[in-house]
């Protein structure tokens, strides 16, 4: 039975209600007048519901999918400005015990190398990933609870924090581990963490119990009510995520938005963000193999619905993604993308070759992070290096408030041209440079408030002096 508030999986994303939906959703998809209606909704900036969404995604009317393209871009700019995100990966361990028939570290792969970074090995990945210009980072791991315990995580943790390399230094630690305890996420927490991000793979319990025949996460409540656990351990900021192409894509958003609506319902913060993986070859692994792979148009579209449903969730697209998707997806509502990335262990000290890789996943989007700021300022964006909020303690319903009403707009230019031009002064080849002090002076004059413009126009100032670290 679907209720929301219920803290069991089989509630709150109830099977019954997705399929009732995605049968509305079809029953309506040419229904002018119900689209449009949806669509003047959405307008007011304060979300849609997953049956409403479901509508707009199965919607086949060509020139009110325009306006849903329209309308999601509008949403993004109002939301977000012209600022992206930059963010890496690091892989710590490929060790796992988990059986997950669409990743090359499930268990019964005996060929890939296993590969655990020591503390040693952290400090080299980190240091180069800081000579890249890279603050923030995504922790990934598999889940073996001999070789890569709890308590592994947190000491690699804080030896991240502490290394200071040059002007370098990482500012925020996101966490992508497997689903655990309210104690581990209470530890986690007290480490210091960003957002815990645990991606559900998919929504549709039947597919995902064939999909993950062993191991711990096998369990889909445990999975699935993951985050729950990690509010209730006190991380505010969670990131949820559905690996398209394992199951079809229409459940798997109505799934993705219910889980949401939970989130929101129960703890009054719905996830900081939301990441849109699709399935790509690895070692061992064939996407052909899965029947429900999707196309960009299809891709794109799920993209534009999500930002309009939540407008103020996050959306994070990575390296897995070509060039010419990530920029039309940046348009329809990416805030976050990650840059020079490597996805195999201790990958950003000797880089692996094609042919002998131990990735989780081919990355499609070769290009050095300096490539990707330059191609982002090309394209009339401003990369940004923030994570002010975080370390001014404004996560959960306090980030979420100050967002739903526009506040946020008033930190996040200004870091984010503060924190570019330290990119600049410290990282930047000679033509990035260039290009990325004029997209300063530009967008300066973009700041609303002639204080903070003032204050901000200071602190660059002062960071071409060689101080560093300002925030709002
Ligand atoms: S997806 Fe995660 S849990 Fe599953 S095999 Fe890969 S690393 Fe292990
Ligand atoms: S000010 Fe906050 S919301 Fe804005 S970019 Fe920085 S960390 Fe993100």
Excluded at 152 to 161: F, N
Excluded at 352 to 380: C, H, I, P, T, Y
Excluded at 399 to 413: D, P, V, Y
Excluded at 455 to 460: E, F, L, P, S, W
Aim: glycine share 6%.
């Amino acid at each position: 039975m679907y209720d929301r508030y219920s803290m069991v999986a089989d509630d709150f994303i109830d099977d019954g209600e997705i399929n009732e939906t995605l049968r509305f959703a079809d029953e309506n998809k040419h229904n002018r007048e119900l689209i449009s209606s949806i669509i003047e909704k959405a307008r007011n900036r304060k979300g849609l519901e997953h049956r409403e969404a479901s509508v707009l995604l199965a919607c086949d009317i060509p020139d009110l999918n325009d306006e849903i393209y329209k309308l999601a871009g509008e949403i993004k700019k109002d939301f977000y400005g012209d600022r992206i995100v930059m963010f890496a990966p690091l892989y710590l361990s490929n060790y796992c015990v988990n059986g997950c028939v669409y990743c090359p570290y499930h268990a019964k792969n005996k060929h890939i190398a296993r590969k655990k970074l020591t503390q040693a090995e952290i400090v080299a990945e980190v240091t180069a990933l800081q000579d890249m210009g890279h603050k923030r980072l995504a922790l990934e791991t598999g889940e073996d609870p001999v070789n890569c315990p709890i308590d592994y995580v947190l000491e690699s943790i804080k030896t991240i924090y502490s290394i200071k390399h040059k002007n370098g230094a990482i500012r925020r630690v996101n966490v992508n581990i497997a689903a655990t305890t309210v104690e581990n996420y209470r530890k986690l927490k007290e480490a210091g963490i960003g957002t815990y991000i645990l991606f559900q793979e998919t929504y549709h319990k039947a597919s995902y119990l064939e999909l993950h025949p062993t191991g711990p996460k096998h369990d889909y409540n445990y999975h699935t009510e993951a985050m729950d656990r990690a509010m209730e351990g006190g991380i505010d900021d969670v990131g949820c995520g559905v690996l398209f192409g394992l199951e079809r894509y229409r459940y798997e958003f109505a799934g993705l938005l219910m889980h949401a609506e939970h989130l929101e319902a129960v703890h009054g913060v719905g996830p900081h963000t939301i990441s849109v993986p699709r399935i790509k070859h690895a070692d061992d692994i064939d996407p052909s193999a899965f029947d429900n792979g999707i196309d960009d148009e299809t891709f794109l579209k799920i993209i534009a619905c999500i930002r309009i449903a939540v407008p103020y969730t996050g959306m994070i697209i990575s390296t897995r993604e070509s060039k010419s998707v990530r920029e039309k997806a940046l348009r329809l509502g990416i805030s976050q993308i990650s840059g020079g990335s490597r996805t195999s262990v201790g990958g950003y000290v000797v880089p692996e070759s094609d042919d002998d890789s131990s990735a989780q996943f081919d990355v499609s989007d070769n290009r050095s992070l300096d490539e990707v700021v330059k191609w982002l300022m090309d394209l009339g964006y401003v990369p940004s290096f923030c994570t002010a909020c975080y370390r001014e303690g404004r996560t959960g319903d306090r980030f979420m408030s100050l967002c739903k009403s526009g506040q946020i707009q008033n930190c996040c230019l200004p870091n984010a041209l503060m924190t570019l031009k330290e990119y600049l002064m410290d990282y930047a080849s000679p033509e990035t440079r260039a290009v990325g002090e004029k997209v300063i002076q530009e967008q300066l004059q973009e700041i609303p408030n002639p204080r903070t413009r003032e204050v901000t126009g200071r602190h660059i100032a002062d960071i071409e002096n060689g101080e560093r670290d300002f925030r709002f």
